[in-house]
Every structure is written in structure tokens, then in C-alpha cells.
């Protein structure tokens, strides 16, 4: 017998794919398939469409490069928390919380977290919570460029597994006792009131800061102008006269100096230059040029902010992430000029410095280097 060509081998697999292509088109196009999410899937569907998802989530948490954070942070993980509450556990359910009868009835129905969590490693988890899940209703992070907001709650679903009912009340409340059916109690989870801190020194203290500038960086994150996937989430929805009252809410209340123990004072002192001299050489301006009791309303104090806070701040301004508006543009091209150990310099400074120094500060700035 002559052995098939070629050519008789590409015609043959071709007249099959074309063939099931035809049989895939009529089965959609007949309307047969039920797409009714009130009825589970074929198993074999489902176990088909599962062991895709798991292959999908390994290979490409593996392509994706991200740098990893220490997880066990407790700001990391008290972040994660307050974003878990208004954006996942809607869907997902909350240790002694049940999930919303809506999501109840999805398919696939989101799985309960603290068994589900053990099954995917911290990469596959982050991949998960940027990217969400096509198909199954999983959403994806709302801002794609922060890694360092997903990191947060990847740090938060690690601690799921042994969380009581009442650990994740306390992570998700804070400690600010505010009655729940006033707006501001949607914000004293995180950023604290009047007698209460931030939970996180990764969340920025507010207190004492002027209505005019928190109102513009309430703006910014409801106009996409600062991206941010946790302050996005609520400040979107927000109408513009309860942005106001918010603002001066905490315009209203008092700065508080900061509690963390000093860090070491050579590195304190190192930031002091740069914040009242500047840095000539490299065209860097002092900071309290623009960041004192004298400086425009709609410019932040940061005396007392904590460090990890501003830290992290600046290098969002280095990547070009709050360039967007004109007063952004400003502190980013300064931004840029900065390393990374004179980012933490001045940023243990600012944390030392009392907030009652920006209103005694009336000393004209020295060298100023524009
Ligand atoms: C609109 C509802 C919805 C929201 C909001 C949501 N999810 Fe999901 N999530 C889903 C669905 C649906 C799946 C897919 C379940 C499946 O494939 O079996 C899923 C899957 C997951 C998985 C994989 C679980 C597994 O083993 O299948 C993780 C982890 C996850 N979500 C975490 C989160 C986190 C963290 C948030 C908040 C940032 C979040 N989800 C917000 C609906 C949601
Ligand atoms: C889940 C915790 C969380 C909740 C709840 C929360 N915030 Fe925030 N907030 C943050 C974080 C984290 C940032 C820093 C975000 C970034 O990187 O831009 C922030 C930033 C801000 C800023 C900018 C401050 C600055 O110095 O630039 C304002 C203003 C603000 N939040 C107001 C609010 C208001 C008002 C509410 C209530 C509606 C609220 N936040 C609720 C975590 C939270
Ligand atoms: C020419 C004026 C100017 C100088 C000098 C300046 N900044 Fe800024 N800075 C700003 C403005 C304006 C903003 C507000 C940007 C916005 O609204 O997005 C800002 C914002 C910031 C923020 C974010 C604060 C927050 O609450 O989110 C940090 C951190 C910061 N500056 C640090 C510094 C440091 C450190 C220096 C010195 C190396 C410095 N700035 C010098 C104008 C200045």
C-alpha cells in the first residue's frame, strides 16, 4: 500500500478541525448548551474546566515576576483585612460572616477562603487577586499597577486558615468605636478618629492634615488620577458633599506625634538635611520648603506620618503613579531624584518630626535648590 502523502495528511486533519469547528458552531448556535447559572455543571465539565483553571493559574503566576514582600507583617496583613471587609467578603464570605445570598447563588459559587487559600502558594494567590478569574465572576484588582496593595491582602489570606470570628472583627474594625451607620465609620476602620491611630502604619494618618489637600486626594482617587485599589473602591462611590464632610472631619481633628520608638538617629539625622537643607548637587529642594506650617493648603504635612506610609508614597511617585495632576507633577520630578536609602531617610525624619514644629516653623528654609 502507497503510504499517505503530505499533502493527503493536511487535508485530512484539516477536513476534521473544520468539520468540529462546524458541529462546535451549530451546537452554540442552536442554543442547545444551557448557560443557566441555576443548575451546577456536568461534572465533566466542571473537573475539565477546574484542572484548565489550576494549569492556567500555575503557568502564568510563574511567568509573572513580582517582588514579594515579608508576609507576615503585621501592617501588611491588618491592610489586607480592612480591604477584605468592603472587597471580597461580599462574595466570599468572612470567618463567622456568611457570603451575600446574590453571590450564594453564583456559578461557580465563590468558595469560603479559609479552606480554598491552603491550595495555592502565596504566588499563585497573588496571581489570582490581580489578575481575577475569566469566566467565574473572580474580579481582578481595580488598579493593575499596585503590587504592593495585592501583596497586602495575599498577606491577609495567609492568616485566614486560623482566624476566629473574633480575630477578623478586630482586624476589620479597628479600634475606633464610631456607630456603623454614620459614613465615617466606613473610614475610622482604617484611618482611625479622634481618639484612635491608623490600624496600619501603612495606612496614612489623616488627623490634622487640611480639608483642602484630603479633599483633592479624595478626588483624585475618585477621578483615576491616583490609582489605588483600596481607596478607589470607596472614594468612587462617595457623593461630593460627603467627600467634604469627610475632609473635615479629620481636617478638624488633632495631629498626632508619632508613637513608633525613634528609629536610629544617624539615619534621622541624615534625613534632616535633606528635609530643611536640600541636596544642591543632585537639584534636590529641602521638603519643609513645601511641607510646613507655611506651604500652600492644598499641600500635605508629613511631620508624625509614618514612615512606611511616605516610604511607600515616594516610590509611587518615582514609578509616575500620582503624576497626573499638577501638584502630583511637582512632587514627582523631585521624587525621581531620590534613592532608595535617602527615601528611608527622610522618611524616619518626617516620622520623628512633632506636628507642632509645622506651626512653630517660621525659620526661612536654608539653600533652597530649585
Ligand atoms: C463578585 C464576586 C467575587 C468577588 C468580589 C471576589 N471574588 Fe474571589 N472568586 C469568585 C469566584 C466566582 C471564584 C471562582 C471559584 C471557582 O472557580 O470555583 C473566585 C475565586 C477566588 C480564589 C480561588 C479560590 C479557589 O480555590 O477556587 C481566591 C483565592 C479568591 N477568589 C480571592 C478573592 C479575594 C482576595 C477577593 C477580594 C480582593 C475576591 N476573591 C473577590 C468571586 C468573587
Ligand atoms: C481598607 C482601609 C481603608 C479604608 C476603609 C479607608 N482608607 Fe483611606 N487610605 C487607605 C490607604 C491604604 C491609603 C493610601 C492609598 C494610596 O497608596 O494612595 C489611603 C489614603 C487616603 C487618603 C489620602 C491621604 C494622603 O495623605 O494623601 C485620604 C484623603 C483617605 N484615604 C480618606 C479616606 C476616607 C474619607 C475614607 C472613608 C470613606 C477612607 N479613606 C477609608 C486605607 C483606607
Ligand atoms: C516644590 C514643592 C515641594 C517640595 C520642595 C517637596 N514636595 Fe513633597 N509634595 C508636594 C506636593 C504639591 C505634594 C502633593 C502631591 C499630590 O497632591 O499628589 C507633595 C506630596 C508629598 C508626599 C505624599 C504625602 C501624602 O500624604 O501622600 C510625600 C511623601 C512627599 N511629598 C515627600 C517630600 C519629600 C521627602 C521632599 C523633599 C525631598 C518633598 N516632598 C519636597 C510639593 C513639594
Given at each position: 500500500?502507497?503510504?499517505p502523502?503530505?499533502?493527503?495528511?493536511?487535508?485530512?486533519?484539516?477536513?476534521?478541525?473544520?468539520?468540529?469547528?462546524?458541529?462546535?458552531?451549530?451546537?452554540a448556535?442552536?442554543g442547545?448548551?444551557?448557560?443557566?447559572?441555576?443548575?451546577?455543571?456536568?461534572?465533566?465539565?466542571?473537573?475539565?474546566?477546574?484542572?484548565?483553571?489550576?494549569?492556567s493559574?500555575?503557568?502564568?503566576?510563574?511567568?509573572?515576576?513580582?517582588?514579594k514582600?515579608a508576609?507576615?507583617?503585621?501592617?501588611?496583613?491588618?491592610?489586607g483585612?480592612?480591604?477584605?471587609?468592603?472587597?471580597?467578603?461580599?462574595?466570599?464570605?468572612?470567618?463567622?460572616?456568611?457570603?451575600?445570598l446574590?453571590?450564594?447563588?453564583?456559578?461557580?459559587?465563590?468558595?469560603?477562603?479559609?479552606?480554598?487559600?491552603?491550595?495555592?502558594?502565596?504566588?499563585?494567590?497573588?496571581?489570582?487577586?490581580?489578575?481575577?478569574?475569566?469566566?467565574?465572576?473572580?474580579?481582578?484588582?481595580?488598579?493593575?499597577?499596585?503590587?504592593?496593595?495585592?501583596?497586602?491582602?495575599?498577606?491577609?489570606?495567609?492568616q485566614?486558615?486560623?482566624?476566629?470570628?473574633?480575630?477578623?472583627?478586630?482586624?476589620?474594625?479597628?479600634?475606633?468605636?464610631?456607630?456603623?451607620?454614620?459614613?465615617?465609620?466606613?473610614?475610622?476602620?482604617c484611618?482611625?478618629?479622634?481618639?484612635?491611630?491608623?490600624t496600619?502604619?501603612?495606612?496614612?494618618?489623616l488627623?490634622?492634615?487640611?480639608?483642602?489637600?484630603?479633599l483633592?486626594?479624595?478626588?483624585?482617587?475618585?477621578?483615576?488620577?491616583r490609582?489605588?485599589?483600596?481607596?478607589?473602591?470607596?472614594?468612587?462611590?462617595?457623593a461630593?458633599k460627603?467627600r467634604?464632610?469627610l475632609?473635615?472631619?479629620y481636617?478638624?481633628l488633632?495631629?498626632?506625634?508619632?508613637?513608633?520608638?525613634?528609629?536610629?538617629?544617624?539615619?534621622?539625622?541624615?534625613?534632616?538635611?535633606?528635609?530643611?537643607?536640600?541636596?544642591?548637587?543632585?537639584?534636590?529642594?529641602?521638603?519643609?520648603?513645601?511641607?510646613?506650617?507655611?506651604?500652600?493648603?492644598t499641600?500635605?504635612?508629613?511631620?508624625?506620618?509614618?514612615?512606611?506610609?511616605?516610604?511607600?508614597q515616594?516610590?509611587l511617585?518615582?514609578?509616575?503613579?500620582?503624576?497626573?495632576t499638577?501638584?502630583?507633577?511637582?512632587?514627582?520630578?523631585?521624587?525621581?531624584?531620590?534613592?532608595?536609602?535617602?527615601?528611608?531617610?527622610?522618611?524616619?525624619?518626617?516620622?520623628?518630626?512633632?506636628?507642632?514644629?509645622d506651626?512653630?516653623?517660621?525659620?526661612?528654609?536654608?539653600?533652597?535648590?530649585?
Amino acid at each position: 500500500m502507497r503510504r499517505p502523502s503530505l499533502r493527503m495528511v493536511a487535508i485530512i486533519v484539516g477536513a476534521t478541525f473544520a468539520v468540529l469547528g462546524a458541529g462546535a458552531f451549530l451546537v452554540a448556535a442552536s442554543g442547545i448548551y444551557n448557560v443557566a447559572a441555576s443548575r451546577p455543571h456536568f461534572e465533566i465539565t466542571r473537573v475539565l474546566l477546574q484542572f484548565g483553571l489550576e494549569r492556567s493559574v500555575a503557568t502564568h503566576s510563574w511567568l509573572e515576576s513580582s517582588s514579594k514582600p515579608a508576609l507576615d507583617d503585621p501592617d501588611l496583613i491588618r491592610l489586607g483585612a480592612g480591604h477584605f471587609v468592603r472587597g471580597c467578603a461580599f462574595c466570599h464570605g468572612a470567618p463567622g460572616e456568611p457570603r451575600n445570598l446574590a453571590a450564594e447563588h453564583m456559578q461557580p459559587t465563590p468558595p469560603a477562603l479559609s479552606l480554598a487559600v491552603t491550595e495555592w502558594s502565596n504566588e499563585e494567590l497573588f496571581w489570582i487577586v490581580k489578575h481575577g478569574l475569566k469566566y467565574t465572576g473572580m474580579p481582578g484588582w481595580p488598579s493593575i499597577e499596585r503590587d504592593d496593595e495585592v501583596w497586602a491582602v495575599v498577606a491577609f489570606l495567609r492568616q485566614l486558615p486560623n482566624m476566629s470570628p473574633a480575630q477578623y472583627r478586630e482586624l476589620a474594625n479597628g479600634s475606633a468605636h464610631t456607630s456603623d451607620d454614620e459614613p465615617i465609620a466606613e473610614c475610622t476602620r482604617c484611618h482611625g478618629g479622634e481618639n484612635a491611630a491608623p490600624t496600619s502604619r501603612l495606612v496614612p494618618k489623616l488627623a490634622g492634615q487640611s480639608a483642602a489637600y484630603l479633599l483633592h486626594a479624595l478626588e483624585d482617587y475618585a477621578r483615576d488620577r491616583r490609582p489605588s485599589g483600596i481607596m478607589q473602591l470607596l472614594a468612587v462611590p462617595l457623593a461630593a458633599k460627603d467627600r467634604q464632610a469627610l475632609a473635615a472631619y479629620y481636617a478638624n481633628l488633632k495631629p498626632q506625634a508619632s508613637q513608633q520608638k525613634a528609629a536610629d538617629a544617624a539615619r534621622i539625622e541624615r534625613g534632616r538635611r535633606i528635609a530643611t537643607e536640600g541636596i544642591r548637587e543632585e537639584t534636590i529642594p529641602p521638603c519643609l520648603a513645601c511641607h510646613s506650617g507655611r506651604a500652600a493648603e492644598t499641600f500635605p504635612r508629613l511631620s508624625g506620618q509614618h514612615a512606611p506610609y511616605l516610604a511607600q508614597q515616594l516610590r509611587l511617585f518615582k514609578e509616575g503613579l500620582r503624576a497626573e495632576t499638577p501638584q502630583g507633577a511637582i512632587m514627582t520630578a523631585i521624587a525621581t531624584r531620590l534613592d532608595e536609602a535617602q527615601i528611608s531617610d527622610v522618611a524616619a525624619y518626617f516620622e520623628s518630626r512633632d506636628p507642632a514644629e509645622d506651626a512653630r516653623d517660621t525659620t526661612p528654609v536654608q539653600g533652597a535648590a530649585q
